[in-house]
Structure formats: C-alpha cells, structure tokens
C-alpha cells in the first residue's frame, strides 16, 4: 500500500533563510506526486506537482526515486510563506491522492 | 469561475444521531471527491465520483456513510448513526477529470459529542 510521510509537524525558519519540508513516500508503482498548501483561513490548493518540475512561488521540489523523496525547498523564506503543507502521492488507475499527516511551516520576521 | 460550495461549514451533534453535508462542485468538472481529515492528519479519500458513478469507495466506512451524486452535479455525504471518532473536516474537491488538478471547498467542520 503506498504511504506519505511527513516527519516534521513544525518548522520555523527566520525570514531570509533557507527552508526545506520533508517528504518521503513508498509506492510500488510510478510515483506522481505533488505539493499542497493551506494559508490561514483559505482552501487547500495545489502548489505544484513534480511532472511539471516548475518553481510556483520560489518553491520547487525534486522527485529523488533512489531515496524515495519528494523534498519542498526555498532559498530564502518569506512571511507569507507561513502556511500548513501537504505533501501526496497519486495512485491507482483513477490517480486518487494520498496525503501525508502536513507540516505547518511559520516564517518569523 | 466559482469555486468549490460546501455547506454547512460548522455543524454539532450528538452520537448516535444523523447529519448530512452538501457539495456543489465547480461548473463542468465530472469528478467530484469527498475527504475526512482528522485533526492533527492528513485528508483521507473517502469517495470518489465520476460522473454519477462511483470509482472508487474502497476507504468508505460503509456500515455508517453512504455518498450520492444522483444528477452527476451535486453530491451528498450522509452519516448514519455518527460516532464520537466521526469528528474532522469533511473537504469536497472536485475536477474537470480524475487525473487533473483538484480543487477543494472550504469544508465543513463536525463535532460529534
């Protein structure tokens, strides 16, 4: 059965300074995997998945199959970055999201 | 576009009873998705609709939920009879076909007491 493992529930970085959220999954098939991101008193929404290999907002990520990572990281945080993150996998023929339990990630000024 | 409608956003109960929560996905997205995320977790799939047909309830507690989507537009979820572990956030999501971006709703928060 696949799973998501986020091992950080709280990370708090200086603004300025580096931050990466942690992302480990195990799935026997092709993993397609994404990043999702829930600002205080808004919706969850898509921030990016890693077949784009886009950067949405500062923010990319990199499918590691060896390690079986999916690490979110910025160069250098900003407040508005603060926000709960969730990190998924998408599996079965239907492609159905399997998230992992989040990281609230708060930038300090 | 609008998004995502759910309702009621709050709702308290007490065990034993029932209650049933609404979604209106967005205009023209066929697949519709209902999630249960526990306080401290991650959003679980529940169910999962396209069209009208069910793809996926495999994580359906099905002894006590039930979900409709009769029209293939509006979709219902149902509690029957809830338990005090039923308390989470209920998300709808919807999108224009399974593989493609899911858009959630606001969700609507349960208490069961």
């Known amino acids: 059965a696949q799973r998501v493992t986020q091992p950080e529930k709280l990370l708090s970085v200086f603004k300025g300074a580096p931050v990466e959220l942690k992302c480990n999954y195990s799935?026997?098939?092709?993993?397609?995997l994404f990043w999702y991101v829930q600002y205080s008193r808004q919706r969850l929404q898509l921030l990016l998945r890693?077949?784009s290999r886009e950067s949405i907002k500062g923010f990319t990520a990199d499918l590691n199959k060896g390690e079986t990572s999916f690490h979110l990281k910025k160069p250098f945080a900003q407040e508005e970055d603060s926000a709960m993150y969730y990190c998924?996998?998408?599996?079965?023929?239907?492609?159905?999201?399997?998230f992992g339990s989040g990281t609230q990630l708060t930038v300090l000024p | 576009e609008a998004g995502v409608a759910q309702s009621p956003r709050y709702k308290i109960i007490e065990k034993r009873q029932s209650v049933a929560f609404w979604c209106n996905p967005i205009s023209g997205h066929a697949t519709l998705y209902w999630y249960q995320q526990i306080l401290g977790q991650g959003p679980k799939l529940l169910i999962q609709?396209?069209?009208?047909?069910?793809?996926?309830d495999s994580q359906l507690p099905k002894d006590r939920f039930s979900a409709e989507r009769l029209k293939g537009v509006d979709s219902t979820l149902k509690i029957q009879p809830a338990k005090l572990e039923d308390s989470a956030v209920y998300l709808c999501?919807?999108?224009?076909?399974?593989?493609?971006?899911?858009?959630f709703g606001p969700g609507t928060r349960l208490l069961v007491l």
């Open positions: 999501a919807s999108s224009p076909r399974a593989q493609e971006t899911q858009y």
């Open positions: 799935y026997s098939g092709s993993p397609e």
């Open positions: 998924a996998l998408a599996s079965g023929s239907a492609r159905q999201l399997t």
């Open positions: 609709f396209q069209n009208n047909g069910v793809v996926d």
């Open positions: 890693h077949i």
